[in-house]
């Protein structure tokens, strides 16, 4: 790796130059490279299909935004039904951390929301 410049005399404003300089020219070779790998995916060719050469099946699709961090957790992305109902009518799934609600009536665990229980 080449010497860097000693850049401690340099101006706020020479500074900002100096990123902007080098942030084109990475830009530039991170470009570069893109193509070469793009030129080096195309030789492999995994059947002409690029659906298959991101590694999913030809009938998959693109999840909508949002979604795939609750896929990868595991989540299904249904909404569960209410079982705790508070005295104020606030709704708890009964999923997750014993809510703000039931705390401040003095709740500390599920064995306490059971008269919260929606029967």
Known sequence: MPK???VSGYSFDELSKLVALATKRMEEIRGKRIKELQAELGRLD???D???RRGRKKDQTSAPKGTAARNRAGGSGRKVATQF????GEEYSGRGAIPKWAREL???DR?????????
């Open 4 to 6: 860097l410049p000693d």
């Open 50 to 52: 690029p659906a298959l």
């Open 85 to 88: 109902r508070g005295p104020n």
């Open 106 to 108: 003095g709740v500390s």
């Open 111 to 119: 064995a306490g929301l059971e008269q919260y229980r929606i029967r």
């Open 46 to 48: 995994v059947g002409g």
